[in-house]
């Protein structure tokens, strides 16, 4: 058996190195000759024709003109990070996967998070599913779990995904709308698929307006098979759970932050790991035994339907840190070719039909993106242990093999690349007894397609309720077809008929007159509000706080402040009225960091206005300052203001909160002191108020212009 070395958390950084390559000393052609001039073509003179002899001038805008590789049909936009996993303990009892069974060992993964719909130059902030594919570098080999920010999806056989795809991309006659699904030939897919409603559901909701890649759930959607040394299997589902908690912007929010900085996701990982701030999720498993396969009132085949946690509690197993970023976006990011046809021994299929649809088709699509079957042998891509077979030739070989013979079982190699049996790491297929006449037709256990689609509604919070209600506003306001909409109502009424009443109202439309029965379940894990609550420490660590100054301002209190934020592990950043740096009363040059020209309340987590008359003087002044304490209240962020900082926020008018009149007051997540003899006391306040994200009882949030 070959002997290689033992995987670690730098072993996938190590087979990169291979490939890295700085910049040369010279320029040369692809063929290593050096190059004297790059900015002139060879001509017949000075202002003569071209030659076709400059084979520099044709090797260069040959390149360029291959340069662009087809995007993915969905997921094309997206972003990667490299880190590691680490199991909590061996999970021999349920396992044999070798990664999940030492907890010294930290495992090398690669992640790309990503939208669905838009193509790759759209913005990150459209309301979308967040892809979250998660590739294990294992010393069995690689092992991708290809999911979701949300646990369902929208079709239960695979052989509707065209269907699917062609109704969520813009309409083929103009390619309107961009990244996003309100149109007519999605709602019109969707009214007439009633198993697309539990997705539909998760849709509208907060969870498809992510505050950051770092503060989302993932999932791997299907339900898989753990497999033990003894053969035993077991269903299992995964959960990944940011440890910074899962937080949402809002739909207003979430449009504006697309249009003032449209990579805001990608930067905001970005920027989170060169400051330190790593990415960290618990993965957690759902398993069920295979004799409680039949024991639920769903199937756990069907991927339009969760578990709830409730009936299958979730184990927490192991820690993914996110630690380094990418060297070259397209060779790492771009390249990376995630397929859940990827596993290992230890883990294995079930028989959902969607999974199944989905282990052919990643593969597929990999060669016609990547033009080769030796995709594979990309950096990105290869294992970080050994692999060898008799697959050949092909586009792009990189290798080259030695051997004379390409074939199994063969004498003339010594039998090699020889067989592994199970007990030297082979991978054998779990034995699944099956029967059953040839046919196409769909199990009659996936039938029920409203029950979980109404427990998630009946999970909510009324603040999530208010949003999911104003998103089905957006997106059937955008349908032009009557019938369409009505067809989308009657789905709505088999949900719940308060939903749907309040969905036909903003639409000026009736609601259908039978009331639907609503079970009245819950599942608290289904709400984003109800997790934040139950978390059991609040933070604000890599949180992004605005400080609006100006000339004049009170130095004391804007360091004062700053320093705290910076305790707790936030970012607290200098807005201005202009670049460079302001003076602070006491004749202090303070940097600033942004303006109000490239700068935006969306852009942050909180705000906060120290005194200084001269500042708050010139603040007043600027339009753009008032606008952004009222953008962020009517956010439902936090606020805070200092002594004469508390007149800026008395200008913009924030409906609802009374301000400090004297000493610390906090209300509504608005923290102000108009004598700002304790900062710890205010700074204390703040922080406390930034912890809990958004307050969502600003009921007159509404009234402020902004």
């Not at 030659?51 to 003109?65: G, M, S, T, V, Y």
């Not at 790593?278 to 009132?297: H, M, N, R, S, T």
């Amino acid at each position: 058996m070959t002997e290689h070395n033992p995987i670690n958390e730098q072993s996938k950084q190590k087979d990169l190195d291979s490939s890295r390559q700085e910049a040369g000393e010279y320029l040369t052609t692809n063929q290593g000759v050096r190059v004297s001039n790059t900015n002139d073509s060879l001509k017949a003179g000075s202002r003569g024709p071209t030659l076709i002899e400059d084979f520099h001038f044709r090797e260069k805008l040959a390149h360029l003109d291959r340069e662009r590789i087809p995007e993915r049909v969905v997921h094309a936009r997206g972003a990667g990070v490299h880190g590691y996993f680490q199991p909590y303990e061996s999970l021999a009892e349920y396992t044999k996967a070798k990664f999940l069974q030492d907890p010294s060992v930290k495992t090398p993964v690669f992640v790309r998070f990503s939208t669905v719909v838009g193509f790759r130059g759209s913005a990150d902030t459209a309301r979308d599913v967040r892809g979250f594919s998660v590739r294990f570098y294992t010393e069995d080999g690689n092992y991708d779990i290809v999911g979701n920010n949300i646990p369902v999806f929208f079709i239960q056989d695979a052989i509707k995904f065209p269907d699917l795809v062609h109704a969520l991309k813009p309409e083929p006659h103009n390619e309107i709308p961009q990244a996003g699904t309100a149109h007519d030939n999605f709602w019109d897919f969707i009214s007439l698929m009633p198993e697309s409603m539990h997705m539909i559901m998760w849709i509208l909701s907060d969870r498809t307006l992510p505050r950051s890649y770092r503060m989302m759930q993932g999932f791997g959607i299907h339900t898989f098979r753990f497999v033990n040394e003894q053969g035993k299997a077991r269903f299992v589902k995964f959960h990944w759970k940011p440890i910074l908690g899962v937080h949402s912007m809002v739909w207003d929010e979430a449009q504006k932050a697309g249009g003032k900085d449209p990579d805001f996701h990608r930067r905001d990982l970005g920027d989170a790991i060169e400051m330190g701030d790593y990415p960290e999720f618990e993965l957690g498993v759902q398993i069920v035994e295979e004799e409680d396969e039949f024991k639920f009132d769903f199937d756990i085949l069907d991927s339009t339907k969760l578990i709830p946690e409730e009936l299958v509690p979730v184990k927490p197993i192991g820690k993914m840190v996110l630690n380094r970023n990418p060297d070259n976006y397209f060779a790492e990011t771009e390249q990376v070719a995630f397929q859940p046809a990827n596993i290992v021994p230890g883990i294995d299929f079930s028989d959902d039909p969607l999974l199944q649809g989905r282990i052919f088709s990643y593969a597929d699509t990999q060669v016609h993106r990547l033009g080769s079957a030796n995709y594979t042998d990309l950096p990105i891509n290869r294992p970080v242990c050994p692999f060898d077979n008799n697959q050949r030739d092909g586009v792009m070989q990189y290798k080259i093999p030695t051997s004379k013979v390409n074939y199994y079982p063969n004498s003339l190699g010594n039998g090699c690349p020889m067989t592994a049996p199970e007990n030297l790491g082979g991978f054998v297929s779990y034995q699944e007894r099956m029967e059953g006449n040839k046919i196409r037709e769909r199990s009659p256990s996936f039938q029920d397609h409203f029950s979980q689609a109404t427990l998630f509604w009946n999970s909510l919070s009324d603040p999530e309720k208010e949003h999911l209600v104003k998103a089905a506003h957006f997106e059937l306001g955008k349908v032009m077809n009557p019938a369409v909409k009505e067809r989308m109502l009657e789905l709505f009424n088999s949900v719940d008929h308060q939903l749907v009443t309040r969905i036909a109202e903003g639409l000026g439309l009736p609601a259908p007159t039978e009331v639907t029965p609503n079970h009245g379940q819950k599942s608290p894990a289904l709400s984003i509000q109800t997790m934040q609550e139950l978390m059991p420490e609040k933070t604000i660590k890599s949180r992004r706080i605005a400080i609006l100054a100006a000339d004049g301002v009170n130095a004391q209190e804007l360091g004062a402040l700053q320093q705290a934020l910076m305790q707790q592990g936030a970012h607290a950043k200098v807005v201005a009225t202009h670049g460079g740096k302001i003076k602070g009363d006491d004749g202090q040059e303070i940097p600033v960091e942004m303006t109000f020209v490239t700068a935006a309340s969306v852009m942050f987590d909180a705000v906060y206005v120290p005194g200084g008359a001269q500042s708050i003087k010139m603040l007043k002044q600027q339009g753009e300052a008032v606008h952004f304490i009222n953008e962020a209240f009517k956010h439902c962020k936090a606020i805070a203001a200092t002594s004469e900082g508390v007149e800026l926020l008395s200008m913009a008018n924030l409906e609802g909160v009374k301000l400090s009149q004297d000493g610390v007051r906090s209300e509504m997540g608005v923290v102000t002191c108009r004598q700002a003899s304790d900062l710890k006391s205010i700074a204390d306040d703040f922080i406390n108020a930034i912890a809990q994200h958004r307050y969502w009882m600003r009921f007159q949030k509404e009234m402020v212009p902004a």
